[in-house]
Nanobody, 122 residues
Framework: VQLQASGGGLVQAGGSLGLSCVAS????????MGWFRQAPGKEREFVAG????????SYADSVKGRFTISRAYAGNTVYLQMNSLKLEDTAVYYC????????????????WGPGTLVTVSS
């Protein structure tokens, strides 16, 4: 599976930003996908995940209620809507595809996108 994310940029704290990720490949629509992020000096962490059919969504506690992950009906495009952004949301965001149909974690990722930078300013 090949992944290409877009939508990163600079936004003020409290603002909103949307990311999208297009997956290509024979089995892309059959797998769970998700978003991870890595801030400077920190490990890459899970942000949100979604199952193959748009169900089974999950979120990191730090983004619950602020971020929403969704998936296009065809299954090959995943979105991350980020609202009420905080300074600590600044990171490179990575789209990922997992080996299972419904859940995703760092240990089950099979493909990573190249990352897109999100910078939240005060």
């Amino acid at each position: 599976v090949q992944l290409q994310a877009s939508g990163g940029g600079l936004v003020q704290a409290g603002g909103s930003l949307g990311l999208s990720c297009v997956a290509s490949g024979r089995t892309a629509s059959n797998n769970a996908m998700g978003w991870f992020r890595q801030a400077p000096g920190k490990e890459r962490e899970f942000v949100a995940g979604i199952g193959w059919n748009g169900g089974h969504t999950s979120y990191a506690d730090s983004v619950k209620g602020r971020f929403t992950i969704s998936r296009a009906y065809a299954g090959n495009t995943v979105y991350l809507q980020m609202n009420s952004l905080k300074l600590e949301d600044t990171a490179v965001y990575y789209c990922a595809a997992g080996r299972s149909a419904v859940g995703i974690s760092r240990s089950t990722v099979t493909s990573w996108g190249p990352g897109t930078l999100v910078t939240v300013s005060s």
